[in-house]
C-alpha cells in the first residue's frame, strides 16, 4: 500500500488547467522531488497535497484512504513555500522548525527491556 496516491488528479481555474489527469505514487519511507518549469503545476500539486487546494477531479489518498475533505491541519503535511514573504525575520531552519512547535512531540517507546 502506497503512503501517497494521487489517482486522476485535476484543478482548473475557471478555463485555465493547472492539473490534467495526473497520478502519481509515492510509497512509505520514499523521498521524492517535483522538479520541472516555472507554470508546470509542482505548487498546485504540492497544494492539493496538503489541502490548500481541491481538485475539480480525482483523488488525493494518504494510506490508501481518501483525504478529500480533510482541512490541511488534519492532513499532517508541513510545506515550506519558495516565496521569502513566509516568515522573511527568520532562517531557514527556523522557518521549518515553526511548525513543529505546535504538534506534540512522539511518544519515545523502546522494545528493549532492562534488567537490574
Not at 497535497?49 to 508541513?78: C, H, W
Request: charged letters at 20%.
Amino acid at each position: 500500500m502506497s503512503s501517497l496516491a494521487l489517482d486522476g488528479v485535476a484543478k482548473r481555474y475557471g478555463d485555465a488547467t493547472a492539473l490534467a489527469d495526473v497520478d502519481l505514487t509515492v510509497r512509505d519511507g520514499e523521498f521524492f522531488t517535483l522538479v520541472g518549469p516555472s507554470g508546470c503545476g509542482k505548487t498546485t500539486t504540492l497544494r492539493t497535497i496538503a489541502g490548500f487546494e481541491t481538485p475539480t477531479a480525482g483523488d488525493v489518498r494518504f494510506g490508501g484512504n481518501s483525504v478529500l475533505g480533510v482541512p490541511p491541519e488534519n492532513r499532517d503535511v508541513g510545506v515550506v513555500f519558495q516565496q521569502y514573504a513566509l516568515f522573511p525575520h527568520m532562517s531557514v531552519g527556523e522557518n521549518v522548525a515553526y511548525g513543529l512547535r505546535f504538534r506534540s512531540p512522539p511518544s519515545r517507546t523502546s522494545s528493549c527491556s532492562t534488567s537490574r
